[in-house]
């Protein structure tokens, strides 16, 4: 079975500064790793995916993750925060041989002028 | 493209009814999964429809039932509605040939509130 652990339920940040998401996961077989958003009364929208190869990934709207095997963990960063980035932010798994998603709490990001 | 569209979008059913919640790909997707998002919790794999069968199930009972038809929507069934089952209900949708989940697109979602 996998697990995920979002480390912050809350990450209140001021705009234009940066901003880190911290997401470790537990799993025996090889697993692909995702980053979701969602913003208010909407559906999930996927940031980025680890599939395998390079451990920096970099996704849409300025987002990137970086995948560390031995930590088994997969942190999402940005460098500079707008308004617009204020969401809920899920961390998620799927084992590479798998359909199931395993998501973890989620963690809110509040961005303030 | 429409995406992954799902009806209604809210809904509220009293303890002990049975709901149906739809959802329609987004072209040129066959599969399709459900989730559950209680309220401040990730969401939670319900199953998920592939060739209008069931393929794969999360630890959810035997209340939680669907249906793919033939043109690859889905129908999510709930009976016998508990107050847990509020929740914001998820499908998504992805093609077959792609690596799992790696091409998954959710749409809006459909809020139960049972009363």
């Known amino acids: 079975a996998q697990s995920v652990t979002q480390l912050d339920s809350q990450v209140p940040v001021f705009e234009e500064a940066p901003v880190e998401l911290r997401c470790n996961y537990s799993s025996s077989v090889s697993v692909y790793l995702f980053w979701y958003v969602q913003y208010p009364n909407q559906g999930l929208q996927l940031l980025l995916k680890?599939?395998?190869?390079?451990?920096l990934v970099k996704g849409i709207n300025g987002f990137e993750a970086e995948f560390n095997k031995s930590q088994t963990s997969f942190h999402l960063r940005k460098p500079s925060v707008h308004i617009s980035d204020t969401a809920e932010y899920f961390c998620?798994?799927?084992?590479?041989?798998?359909?199931?998603?395993?998501f973890g709490a989620g963690t809110t990001v509040t961005v303030r002028a | 493209d429409a995406g992954v569209t799902q009806s209604p979008t809210h809904l509220i059913k009293t303890r002990g009814q049975q709901v149906t919640l739809r959802c329609s790909p987004k072209s040129g997707h066959d599969t399709v999964s459900w989730y559950q998002q209680a309220l401040g919790q990730g969401p939670q794999f319900i199953f998920q429809?592939?060739?209008?069968?069931?393929?794969q199930r999360g630890n959810f009972p035997d209340r939680f039932s669907g249906h793919q038809f033939p043109n690859y929507s889905s129908e999510l069934n709930v009976n016998a509605l508990l107050l847990g089952d509020s929740a914001l209900y998820l499908c998504?949708?992805?093609?077959?040939?792609?690596?799992?989940?790696?091409?998954?697109?959710f749409g809006q979602g459909t809020r139960l509130t049972v009363v």
């Open positions: 429809y592939y060739e209008e069968e069931e393929r």
């Open positions: 998504a949708s992805s093609f077959e040939l792609s690596i799992p989940n790696t091409e998954a697109f």
């Open positions: 998620a798994v799927s084992p590479t041989n798998d359909y199931k998603l395993s």
């Open positions: 680890y599939l395998s190869g390079s451990t």
